[in-house]
């Protein structure tokens, strides 16, 4: 078994602004719009080294960055310039509820959420059955998602995704969503998860969302890695020359 | 050479037992939402073409005097291939639009959703297909013919052809989102470009060529040998669709390895 290991090394990820560009022929030879589209930086020179132990917690505002961090390392975005390397197998949370189909029963929903993820392979009717129980939905679960309320549709997201044992783990700002019993749970489950995986890398607004879990601290603004450093450290910075809260 | 070796390993890389389980999940899936809660259901997958074949085989007799034994089976071998192949066509640049969001965020293997379309429509087309087939034969209006028993090895080539070209048809619309559009239009006209209606015997003979190389009836030719004229496709023929199935494979993946690099920040 090989090590996990992330490695990004002066990553560059620029994506497309179709708006800028000539998307119909009137825009084009009389708007006098460019066909070439109009790349819009989205990550600069980042560069990131993870290895087994690492809980890294990667804070920013809105648009800073920290979501393409992880869709780079899941290897969702192409990168314009740089390095990737990642060793493990990666799940990442950022795709819970993604794929969902509302006309489709909640158990067909866990099949097809697995297939959208790639991982057939892993699924079967005991774990089928551990995700039902724990999304608490019962006989529900025959019904199709669009009798449900939104709760129960992201306890069964929730449910869904957390079963998976993965070297490397990716979130993005999933707290569960429910009752207060079912997020007190849920929050238990990925805590273990969390502490099981090798690497895990947390996207949140703030520190104390994650200062219990994280053990590494990045700053990032404007699609750049600003700072590495502790909890209290990281938040400061951030109050004081980010969001500049006094 | 290189882009062979990368085409090879690439292919190689899709053998997987749970991708191709993955694409026959997403298109059951599919299958069973668009015909839930119709009173049809699945039914209107052959009703479709049928009432085309009704009114082709009343109307173009009339139009047009031209010599076609049984023009009932004709019709309908070349009106069901037809279909196929230009619902794949129209369908599939929107396979990757339409999954932004899954491609977005899971990690899946992109050309599961081009493939688990054209997985559909054949799977469709054959179960249609072979239903009127069953009932022609039932019906007396053709007879069966051990010939048939070809019929898979043409269209396993028809359904690699469509599935190349449906790759590169879903990478590329989020590129050229006209895609679509023209390729309505491309149907449309090619319907009356290639002898689907009438024989190519109408055509003039120094005029025949063009359409020879037509790649629409490149595919068509050989299932309407088999099943309408009862014969064997001869050498020519097969080589023509055989070499159809290797260069749409090459170009789309052409087309492929230009365009799956940044078309996620094109959806």
Sequence with gaps: MTLAQIKLQNVYVNGIDTHARAGTLRQWLLLNKTIKAKTIPILRNVSLEAKPGDKIGIIGRNGSGKSSVLKVISANYPIAKGHRLVHGTIAPLIEMGAGFDHEQTGIKNIKLSFAYRGRLKDYSSELEQKIIEFSELGEKIYLPLKTYSSGMISRLAFSSAVFQDPDIMLLDEVLAAGDAGFISKSRSVLRKKLDAASIAIIVSHATDDIQEICNRFILMDQGSIIMEGSAKEVSSKYKKDILKIK | ?267
């Design chain 2, 1 to 267: 050479m290189r882009f062979v070796k990368d085409f090879f390993h690439d292919l190689l890389s899709k053998c997987d037992k749970y991708y191709s389980l993955t694409i026959i999940l997403i298109s059951q899936n599919t299958l069973s939402r668009q015909y839930r809660d119709s009173v049809l259901g699945i039914l209107w997958t052959l009703i479709q073409p049928t009432t085309q074949v009704i009114i082709y085989s009343i109307i173009m007799p009339h139009i047009m005097r031209f010599p076609v034994e049984n023009y009932t089976t004709f019709l309908i071998t070349s009106i069901f291939t037809w279909s196929f192949i230009s619902q794949t066509l129209v369908t599939t640049p929107n396979s990757l639009i339409n999954n932004a969001e899954i491609i977005k965020r899971c990690i899946i293997s992109k050309t599961i959703f081009p493939l688990s379309d054209v997985s559909r429509l054949f799977y469709n087309y054959i179960i249609s297909f072979l239903c009127m087939y069953i009932l022609l034969v039932l019906l007396s209006i053709t007879k069966f013919d051990t010939v048939v028993l070809l019929l898979p090895l043409y269209l396993i080539l028809i359904f690699i052809t469509l599935a190349a070209i449906s790759i590169a048809l879903a990478f590329s619309a989020p590129y050229l989102k006209d895609l679509n559009e023209i390729m309505t239009v491309l149907v449309s006209v090619s319907f009356w470009l290639t002898p689907i209606v009438y024989p190519i015997t109408i055509i003039p003979e120094h005029l025949r060529y063009l359409f020879e190389f037509n790649p629409f009836y490149i595919m068509i030719k050989p299932i309407s040998m088999i099943v309408h004229q009862h014969v064997i496709p001869n050498f020519l023929d097969s080589l023509y669709l055989i070499l159809l199935t290797v260069f749409s494979s090459l170009i789309s993946y052409m087309i492929y390895r230009v365009c799956r690099k940044n078309f996620v920040f094109y959806l």
